[in-house]
């Protein structure tokens, strides 16, 4: 039986995506320039970004396409407002203070979203503000942000928007015609369901052209990797080519699935299924529905009696991998909604739940 990623990344792969990691091939070789040129073209039109942005890829996890593109959109004199409400908002904050670019940090609580009237306020207040960074879904808690206010408050305002994409790409709304964002920073694994080892940034064209020499690093310089696309296909230094050729084919699959919206709403399928499952088990989930998105749900830890280190263990027993909370204001844990899998992958998980939630001595209802 396969093992299951229930978790916000990596994730449960299809046998195609794996398959694909099976095949060498040459960095400089022809097919893969074409393969390259041909992943960029589709990143960006994921988001609708063709005719404004390019997509830039880099080797690494998702934290380097956010470091990549602080580090070359937000210019040196420039300011940086991070808008936080959870762990992935403040490793913005952190990779800001890292390499040394002014910034301000503006923080909810972990199970509130960002309130844009507040970043009204601040923009109005602090003209030094150039540049804004948000998290759409902060997978601390499963929390959705609301990007199209925020992007029109931004925008009136005239300052520039980055966007971590990163949980939700590839299922997650974002439409780069109607939402302004100089960057939106995304990986090649999550909900477009490869495997990690690329990181992403869809980058405004205008912004990237007038980046050259911000960067605070050479390796995560996307002006200087734009332009090496530019010249010639190739990336600048050695890329994970296996991990390239398996987002080719995941987004063979995400096209033949109907593309992100129909992704979407299996994803909204499996999340409907997974929480009323664990609502007949005792499970409380940490977020109102309202500000839950169907990529990875928090759920409240039972009571004192709840062991989760033996709880996780038994899942893993049965091939089903969770994760632990992140909230500092309450013990919890995560069960992630996306990657490749279906309704009968979420009752497995269910029926062993609700065997393990018998071990640990509360009440079991039916999966």
């Known amino acids: 039986m396969r093992t299951l990623l229930l978790t916000p990344g990596p994730l449960t792969t299809s046998e195609a995506t794996r398959s694909a990691l099976g095949r060498d091939w040459g960095s400089r070789d022809p097919a893969f320039v074409a393969l390259t040129t041909r992943l960029r073209q589709r990143l960006a039109a994921v988001v ?16 380097f396409a956010i470091e990549a593109a602080i580090g ?23 990779i800001a203070r890292q390499i040394g670019r002014a910034h301000a940090v503006e923080r909810w609580p972990e199970t509130a979203p960002v309130d844009p ?10 003209p030094s503000i150039t540049d804004v960074a948000i998290v759409q879904c902060e997978t601390t808690t499963g929390l959705l942000n609301p990007i199209g206010s925020v992007s029109d408050i931004v925008a009136t305002a005239g300052r520039r928007l980055l966007i971590d994409a990163m949980s939700g790409f590839g299922a997650l709304p974002l439409d780069l015609r109607r939402i302004r964002a100089s960057a939106v920073m995304a990986s090649s694994n999550k909900c477009l369901e490869g495997v990690p080892g690329i990181a992403v940034v869809v980058a405004e064209r205008q912004q990237l052209a007038q980046s050259a020499g911000q960067s605070h690093s050479l390796g995560l310089d996307l002006h200087a990797q734009w332009h090496g696309f530019a010249a010639n296909g190739q990336w600048r230094f050695t890329p994970p080519v296996q991990v390239a050729a398996a987002l080719d084919a995941a987004l063979d699959q995400l096209d033949a699935e109907g593309g992100p919206a129909a992704r979407l709403a299996r994803y909204l399928r499996l999340h409907a299924m997974l929480t ?19 990529i990875i749900v928090t759920f409240d830890e039972p009571g004192p009696e709840f062991d989760f280190a033996r709880f996780y263990a038994a899942l893993q027993a049965d091939g089903i991998v969770i994760y632990p909370g992140k909230l500092t204001r309450a013990p919890s844990f995560r069960i992630g909604c996306i990657g490749a899998i279906d309704q009968h992958d979420i009752a497995r998980a269910l029926e062993s739940i609700a065997r393990i939630t018998v071990w640990q ?7």
């Open 48 to 63: 609708h970004g063709e005719a404004t942005h390019e997509a830039v890829l880099l080797a690494g996890s998702g934290t």
């Open 72 to 94: 070359t959109l937000v210019p040196r004199d420039g300011r940086l407002l991070v808008l936080a409400n959870g762990a992935y908002g403040e490793r913005m904050a952190a």
């Open 117 to 126: 009237d507040r970043v009204r306020t601040i923009l109005r207040e602090d």
């Open 276 to 294: 009323a499952g664990m609502a007949r088990l005792g499970y409380r989930t940490t977020l109102p529905p309202a500000l839950q998105a169907p």
């Open 361 to 367: 001595g509360e009440p079991a209802g039916s999966p």
